[in-house]
């Protein structure tokens, strides 16, 4: 399995998980996931993943900067329906100057009740062999920006807060 850039958490990655069911306003004409909501439960992802690791909007603006989204990349693999139960995986490669990639996959989980509560949790690594229910595959390039705009090196202590989190057990 590949995720859009061709790539897969290392064993022991830090990886964001967060669980989002379906709803009925989300299906299009066809009766599945509309194509462009994908995006918000990917940024959902990417926003909670930096909570997570202690980096809200006011932690952010410690470090004198925002991301914003570069490009986007994704491959629909297959529908997902109203009532479905997504797990949607995220981590991120190392960055490069002012740029990092966030990857994603999209997975149905028939295992989770339709009740599972909308969660986030981090992980070490994860396990998606066996998987049969891929349903979509994704990356974004975000930029750093400092408060005008501008690109800048991400801060080494910044992305510290993504690969060394406290994990609980």
Same mark, same amino acid.
């Given at each position: 399995m590949r995720t859009a850039q061709g790539r897969l958490p290392e064993r022991d990655a830090t990886v964001f998980e967060t669980v989002? *069911?379906? *709803?009925?306003?989300?299906?299009?004409?066809?009766?599945?996931?509309?194509?462009?909501?994908?995006?918000?439960y990917l940024e959902q992802a990417a926003i909670d993943h930096a909570v997570a690791v202690g980096l809200g909007t006011a932690r952010l603006a410690e470090f004198g900067g925002a991301f914003l989204a570069y490009r986007h990349e994704i491959v629909y693999l297959r529908p997902a329906f !109203?009532?479905?139960?997504?797990?949607?995986?995220?981590?991120?490669?190392?960055?490069?100057? !002012?740029?990092?990639?966030?990857?994603?996959?999209?997975?149905?989980? #028939?295992?989770?009740?339709? !009740?599972?509560?909308? #969660?986030? *949790?981090?992980?070490?690594?994860?396990d998606i062999s066996g998987v049969e229910s891929l349903v979509a595959q994704a990356s974004t390039d975000w930029v750093f920006t400092n408060n005008v705009g501008r690109p800048r090196r991400i801060p080494p202590d910044l992305m510290r807060l993504f690969y060394e989190p406290e994990i609980p057990e």
């Open positions: 989002v *069911r379906v *709803r009925f306003n989300e299906v299009d004409s066809l009766g599945h996931v509309n194509n462009a909501v994908y995006f918000v !109203a009532g479905d139960i997504l797990r949607v995986l995220t981590w991120l490669d190392g960055p490069q100057g !002012a740029r990092v990639t966030r990857h994603y996959l999209i997975v149905k989980d #028939s295992d989770l009740p339709p !009740a599972a509560p909308i #969660s986030g *949790r981090l992980l070490r690594g994860c």
